[in-house]
């Protein structure tokens, strides 16, 4: 049972290159989020789907897309990577309490 | 104003000490309440998760709750070093998914 797992661990791109953030779970929970966390600044909802087939915006949406491929798994893209998306991501899903992903470093250039 | 929040710290106690983290809520609605700890460069875990208003006790620490002056605590007894973390406190309404986290206060237990 690995819980929730995202790949890659890191990365690092340049202004303007794309990248897909993968997530996946198997605690079969409906609920799956995207969140940055940037120093200082906690964690901020980016995406979240409550169920397969379903998303919504969170509170930073802004230069990020999402797809919920399935019940498992969460992806997040970054179409045009600023400098300003350098930052921690987590995945994390959830029944009710949320279990978190142990993070992509992304730093943009 | 936000939704939650969180004592900013940092907090550095030394070993045995008792500690208190708390948070404050505004959304009168929220009637589920969660701390999670992170490690450095790690991701956040759970740690105790609490419906309503009372107390919960899980080893060391205990979590409690006041609806009526929307005020939750995470106390640490017997704190060690290993317990230096950041703490974030979390809650949610009955209906909705979405949780709202505070901040984040962090921990140092000095050996």
């Known amino acids: 049972n690995a819980g929730v797992t995202q790949t890659p661990k890191f990365q690092v791109l340049k202004t303007g290159q794309s990248m897909t953030l993968q997530c996946a779970q198997d605690?079969?929970?409906?609920?799956m989020y995207w969140y940055r966390q940037d120093p200082g600044m906690g964690l901020r909802l980016i995406y979240y789907?409550?169920?397969?087939?379903?998303?919504d915006k969170g509170e930073v949406p802004n230069g990020y897309n999402v797809s919920r491929l399935n019940k498992r798994e969460f992806s997040l893209r970054l179409e045009s990577a600023a400098p300003s998306q350098t930052s921690v991501y987590f995945c994390a899903s959830s029944v009710g309490e949320q279990y978190f992903g142990p993070g992509t470093r992304l730093t943009v250039t | 104003q936000k939704e939650v929040e969180q004592d900013p710290g940092p907090l550095s106690v030394p070993e045995g000490a008792i500690v208190s983290l708390n948070c404050t809520y505004s959304n009168s609605a929220f009637q589920y309440f969660m701390w999670y700890r992170q490690y450095s460069r790690k991701g956040p875990e759970l740690l105790m998760y609490t419906y309503s208003s009372g107390n919960k006790e899980d080893g060391r620490f205990t979590a409690q709750v006041d609806k009526s002056s929307k005020y939750i605590s995470l106390f640490i007894r017997d704190s060690q070093p290993s317990d230096s973390a950041t703490y974030l406190c979390?809650?949610?309404?009955?209906?909705?998914?979405?949780?709202?986290f505070g901040d984040g206060t962090t921990l140092t237990v000095k050996p």
């Open positions: 789907s409550a169920s397969e087939g379903t998303t």
């Open positions: 979390a809650m949610r309404d009955t209906n909705a998914g979405k949780s709202t």
């Open positions: 605690m079969n929970h409906n609920s």
